[in-house]
């Protein structure tokens, strides 16, 4: 059995240091902001080149704790891919605020700059008062950031990062976490950087989201301990599981590197099967922390088929995400930009996210790849 990802190879190299870590917080007690607490987050601060980082319980929350920060309110817009998670536009009507949904581009998976006039067009004719993009660093790799904060200035708005898959790559050389006024990333455990339960981050150079955003995860406390400054949450992170991402940190640069290699060896193999395959295209701006590795079927293969021809042979796949954000239930009711969702909708039918962790085999691969070719030709 190929694992999806793997999580057991990557304890294996660091098992005794996390023992450590873990025992030195039994020892001392401090299971709530404990000093791991503020360790990881300077190391966050100089990993991301982000002046101010908090922690906090996971990347939802920590995507909430910014647009605390950034001051919206009910009734305002944002911006948001419905080519994503839940997450990325939950956060949004949680505050009574409004996502606005817009397309992605076909090859990155991220954030159309050139359909945002149309985006913030269609809101604008509903009466709704803009006030943020919301881009999301999809599979890895980040969006397309300088077209979108250019048209953030030329049109007053802020940008937040949803970084939860893209920590750890970088754009025109810059850390994701310094790319826009305040970005948030997840620690749940399948991510590139991920704790052993649910942990998020927020990064950001602006101080007054940073004393927002914090003082709003622990119930909106003010300077003097039990005095409230604003309506808050409980969003911290357990010391713990700061313990745990310190030890995972220290060898992160190095995953980063054989998820790297791992996804130019399923380029490379995937290339030479002339079958209609699409591999991730990176934007020459941008590295990927390959949170996924995402190919594109063409339409005459039937995705279905294959992953149930993959899994009779022990080889685990995903679909990221089958169903556009816009269709689900509760966000029937917000705005789609008037140009359409065409390219999220042929992604959503036609992705498969393939085993993807920085332990991967050329011969693992070598081996998907085969599989995929056998049950395609058959
Ligand atoms: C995982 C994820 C989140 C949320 O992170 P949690 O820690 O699970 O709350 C947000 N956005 C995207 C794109 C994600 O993949």
């Known amino acids: 059995m190929i694992p999806f ?42 990993f991301s080149n982000s002046k101010y980082v ?35 536009a939950e956060v949004m009507p949680l505050l009574g605020a409004i996502p606005i949904f817009i397309d992605v581009d076909s090859h990155t998976f991220n954030l159309d700059p050139t359909k945002l006039d149309d985006a913030l067009k269609t809101a604008n004719k509903l009466g709704i008062n803009v006030k943020g993009i919301m881009p999301v660093g999809l599979f890895g790799q980040p969006a397309d950031m300088d077209p979108i904060n250019n048209f953030a200035k030329n049109h007053d708005l802020w940008v937040l990062d949803d970084a939860a898959q893209s920590f750890g ?76 991402l310190l030890e995972k940190l220290n060898i992160f640069p190095l995953e980063l590197k054989k998820r790297q290699n791992v996804a130019d060896n399923y380029n490379k193999h995937l290339n030479q099967l002339n079958l209609g395959i699409k591999t991730p295209v990176l934007i020459k701006e941008s590295t990927s922390s390959w949170a996924q590795y995402t190919i594109i079927l063409p339409d005459d293969i039937n995705r279905d088929t294959l992953q149930e021809n993959l899994k009779s042979k022990n080889i685990p796949t995903a679909v990221y995400y089958p169903i556009p954000l816009n269709k689900h239930k509760p966000y029937e009711k917000y705005p789609i930009s008037h140009e359409g969702l065409s390219n999220t909708v042929y992604l959503s039918k036609n992705v498969l996210s393939l085993p993807m962790h920085p332990y991967l085999s050329e011969s693992d691969i070598i081996l998907i790849v085969k599989s995929i070719a056998e049950a395609i030709k058959n």
């Open 169 to 244: 790559s970088t754009y025109n050389n810059k850390p994701v976490g310094s790319l826009c006024e305040v970005s948030a990333t997840s620690f749940f455990p399948a991510k590139p950087l991920g704790c052993y339960g649910d942990g998020g981050a927020l990064f950001t150079n602006n101080e007054k989201i940073y004393e927002i955003a914090n003082s709003s995860h622990v119930h909106g406390m003010g300077k003097v301990r039990y005095e409230y400054d604003r309506i808050g949450m409980n969003a911290r992170i357990s010391t713990i599981q700061a313990a745990i």
């Open 5 to 46: 990802i793997d999580l057991k190879s990557q304890q294996d190299q660091i098992r005794s240091k996390i023992d450590k870590r873990i025992q030195t917080v039994l020892d001392h007690g401090q299971y709530i902001l404990g000093p791991e607490v503020k360790e990881l987050e300077k190391k966050l601060g100089l």
């Open 54 to 88: 908090l922690c906090c319980s996971s990347g939802t929350d920590a995507l909430l704790l910014a647009l605390l920060g950034l001051g919206l309110k009910p009734g305002e817009g944002v911006i948001v891919p419905a080519f994503t998670f839940a997450s990325s």
